[in-house]
């Protein structure tokens, strides 16, 4: 079956700019996750979604990053006044539930580049 | 907080070489363990997990054992593939923490 996929897969926008990423979660997936990736770091906790809300936002850097899951499956992570210190692969990742049981299959994630 | 530490790379072995990749954690309570791998242009796969002190994690030739005495999940393989070249991550969860928590990786390229 069809895994998470994200949107766009390469994102090259000018400092102070607005973006958005997206991610589609496999199909029936309750529990939805963001990581960000810096060059030469292991993935880092964002946000986590269980349904619609959002159940620990504790890895979101400042206030110029949001994230939505407004029907509990697609989730959208927006970033205001991006920075060049934005520029990471941001990775999506999606769980049957949101417990220690249950694996996190990741998505391929978007290169974000800021100019 | 929760941390994870493993070795540096990248390591460079021949074909059918014995691998070890270590790895040690920082974390309050009983943390479950894993081993992530990323292949060359894909995403992030499980390699295995063990959720308790003495467990061992194995999947495709590889093994982990949780070692709380010393903290760490060393990852172990035998006889290693060209095919398994790739980035390898250590991380941790920890209790009813949702967040997975990553070291920094550790690239692998197998030699013919």
């Known amino acids: 079956g069809a895994g998470v996929s994200q949107t766009p897969s390469n994102k090259v926008t000018e400092k102070g700019k607005y973006v958005e990423l997206r991610c589609d979660p496999i199909?029936?997936?309750?529990?939805l996750y963001w990581y960000r990736q810096s060059l030469g770091q292991g993935p880092e906790f964002l946000i986590y979604?269980?349904?619609?809300?959002?159940?620990?936002d504790s890895g979101l850097p400042n206030d110029r990053f949001f994230a939505v899951r407004p029907e509990g499956s697609v989730s959208t992570l927006k970033i205001q006044r991006t920075e060049r210190g934005d520029s990471a692969v941001y990775l999506c990742?999606?769980?049957?539930?949101?417990?220690?049981?249950?694996?996190?299959?990741f998505g391929p994630g978007t290169r974000l580049t800021v100019l | 907080g929760d941390s994870v530490t493993q070795m540096e790379g990248p390591v460079t072995l021949s074909e059918e070489a014995f691998l070890t990749i270590n790895c040690t954690y920082t974390?309050?309570?009983?943390?479950?363990l894993f081993w992530y791998v990323q292949y060359p242009g894909e995403g992030l796969q499980l390699l295995l997990k063990?959720?308790?002190?003495?467990d061992k994690g194995s999947n495709k030739g590889f093994e982990a054992t949780y070692r709380k005495e010393t903290t760490s999940f060393h990852l172990e393989k035998g006889s290693v593939q060209v095919s398994d070249s790739a980035v390898y991550f250590c991380?941790?969860?920890?209790?009813?923490?949702?967040?997975?928590?990553f070291g920094t990786g550790t690239k692998l390229q197998v030699i013919p």
């Open positions: 990742a999606s769980s049957i539930r949101g417990d220690v049981y249950n694996e996190q299959f």
């Open positions: 991380a941790l969860r920890n209790g009813g923490y949702q967040k997975v928590t």
């Open positions: 974390a309050t309570g009983y943390p479950s």
């Open positions: 063990a959720t308790k002190a003495d």
């Open positions: 979604f269980q349904g619609t809300g959002a159940a620990d």
């Open positions: 199909s029936g997936h309750t529990a």
